[in-house]
Nanobody, 125 residues
Framework: QLHLVESGGGLVQAGGSLRLSCAAS????????MGWFRQAPGKEREFVAA????????GYQDSVKGRFTISRDNARNTVYLQMNSLKPDDTAVYYC??????????????????WGQGTVVTVSS
């Protein structure tokens, strides 16, 4: 069972940056596709970004392309989300997720079996 713990959330002004981290334990980290999702108040959880097992591919939601970068360090069992040019609409709880199975992108929450507890990101205008 993959155990995930996010960190790095906080309060930032619009235009600022944050770097989220997600530390994994309890599984072979390099065997999982990793993703970031977010959930704003009153809204459904939505896909943000995903990265392949070796980091050879990445995928993003259109609204974050060019602003967010997902990366991973398999030696440290950690996946990151660098968020630049943040906007108030980016305010949400951000979740790290791990996906079993094929090394291909998944942008639906139900495709991911392992979840962290979330970290709160608040972007002020």
């Amino acid at each position: 069972q993959l155990h995930l713990v996010e960190s790095g959330g906080g309060l930032v002004q619009a235009g600022g940056s944050l770097r989220l981290s997600c530390a994994a334990s309890g599984g072979i980290f390099s065997g999982y596709v990793m993703g970031w999702f977010r959930q704003a108040p009153g809204k459904e959880r939505e896909f943000v970004a995903a990265i392949g097992r070796s980091g050879s591919w990445t995928g993003y939601q259109d609204s974050v392309k060019g602003r967010f970068t997902i990366s991973r360090d398999n030696a440290r069992n950690t996946v990151y989300l660098q968020m630049n040019s943040l906007k108030p609409d980016d305010t949400a709880v951000y979740y790290c997720a791990g996906r079993d199975g094929m090394d291909e992108i998944g942008n639906k929450a139900y495709e991911y079996a392992h979840w962290g507890q979330g970290t709160v990101v608040t972007v002020s205008s």
